[in-house]
């Protein structure tokens, strides 16, 4: 809590100087468009999840054990804001707790806290400066984790509007400890967006990460924290009549520890999905949609080149699932035996019975890229069935039961036949 209370302090020490110019001005010698801005907020959310197989901790395979817990997060915020000066301090809290399961928490931490400039002076350069979400496109290269306790990342944000149709973010910044075991992780780099046509886009970026990734499944992590990884990456992605499509090929480049002898190893790595979909004009507004999601992988751990790829960082794309049992594209560990890389094949459909009701069905189909000899390549099947309703405009429900059907490697692996079973119910509330 003192650490929190910190933070918040020095976060608004350093915008001090910004505004108490303007803070001791009256309210009678600003213009109308001149005066600050004041507002408060926040968010409540509730949540039970429900697990048969797997736990909660790292959401490895556990054949026969349940687990069950209570999921909460609280956010209040506050903000002041001149629009005319185009200035804004955003401060926002969270209180995150999960009880009932193996891995109990109850956290207090700054969520994000900075200082932001739009335009500044009238120019076409913007920034934003203290603890931040970051999030890019459809969440594949970079998202904000928001099913449980998000993501965020001090540092700096800089965005260069080229024209109207060409703007530029330049970034600098270290992730935030919201978690005890996270690795120190630094991300810089650009990602650029060219509007091609009113709803299509097309986007490149380059970002050099340095530090460790926090596998999941209780892999055997590198830990080094002089890991040196380059992401060269593209996407388009727009609609075209009920047509919407998307499209992200990813190459990786670097140096990380040999997780079993001494020096480095070289990485090359790629990756990458293409998504295309269609609704329908029709009642209900029915949409199908299919993916194509790859990892490259690795399974000689001698050749002196790393080739698991590991193009997301903490995101929580709908390609590898609803459950976790599949967290990445980088692959799985089941029983300290590794299924490197992986192929994801998706399909699957959705409509809104209701204006605020939507029901989402899809399937996934996992294959490894690389196995030790003598296993099956093949992963498993994952459904997931999922309904949002929306109350009203701050609050909304979330429910959805989900089920693993285990392959042929969970089998060989851990010597069971059992399936995965997942199921939640969230409420949430926004003020």
Request: net charge neutral.
């Amino acid at each position: 809590m003192k650490k929190t209370l910190c933070l918040i302090f020095t976060f608004f020490s350093s915008i001090h100087f910004l505004f108490v110019p303007y803070l001791f001005a009256t309210e009678e010698s600003k213009p109308l468009e001149d005066r600050w801005k004041f507002d408060v907020g926040g968010q409540i959310r509730l949540r039970g999840d429900f697990a048969q197989n797997q736990n909660f901790t790292d959401f490895t395979f556990t054949p026969g054990e349940k687990e069950a817990q209570v999921l909460q997060r609280t956010r209040p915020h506050a903000s002041i804001e001149n629009p005319f000066l185009k200035l804004k301090a955003f401060a926002q809290l969270q209180w995150y707790g999960r009880w009932g399961g193996v891995d109990r928490r109850s956290e207090v931490d700054l969520y994000q806290g900075y200082a932001e400039w739009e335009k500044i002076m009238g120019s076409p350069v913007s920034l934003k400066v203290g603890r931040q979400e970051v999030s890019y496109g459809s969440v594949f290269f970079l998202g904000t984790n928001d099913f449980y306790n998000g993501l965020s990342w001090d540092g700096l944000k800089m965005v260069v509007d080229l024209d109207e149709r060409f703007y530029v973010d330049l970034l600098g910044v270290k992730m935030a400890k919201l978690n005890s075991r996270d690795p120190d992780i630094y991300l810089t780099g650009m990602y650029a967006t060219y509007k091609v046509y009113e709803e299509g886009s097309w986007d490149a970026y380059l970002f050099y990460h340095k530090g460790g990734f926090p596998f999941l499944h209780r892999e055997f992590e590198i830990e080094d924290s002089g890991q040196k990884w380059f992401t060269l990456g593209t996407r388009f992605a727009g609609k075209v009549k009920g047509f919407d499509y998307e499209l992200e090929p990813q190459f990786q480049w670097g140096r990380v520890k040999n997780p079993i002898g001494d020096g480095k190893d070289r990485v090359r790595a790629y990756g990458g999905h293409v998504d295309i979909g269609y609704t329908f004009k029709l009642p209900l507004e029915p949409r199908i949609f299919a993916a194509f999601a790859f990892g490259s992988g690795d399974n000689k751990p001698f050749d002196k080149r790393f080739q698991e790829f590991h193009g997301n960082i903490f995101n929580d794309n709908y390609l590898v699932g609803d459950m976790s049992a599949i967290t990445d594209l980088s692959g799985v560990t089941v029983e300290g035996i590794r299924a490197s890389g992986m192929q994801a094949w998706v399909a699957g459909f959705s409509l809104n019975p209701l204006p605020d009701l939507n029901l989402n069905l899809d399937f996934h189909h996992f294959r490894a890229s690389k196995v030790p000899q003598g296993f099956s390549k093949d992963l498993g099947v994952e459904v997931n069935l999922v309904a949002s309703y929306k109350l009203t405009k701050g609050i909304s429900f979330l429910a959805g039961w989900n089920k693993f059907f285990t392959g042929k490697f969970f089998e060989q692996a851990s010597g069971s036949k059992k399936n995965i079973n997942y199921g939640y119910l969230q409420a949430q509330v926004e003020f």
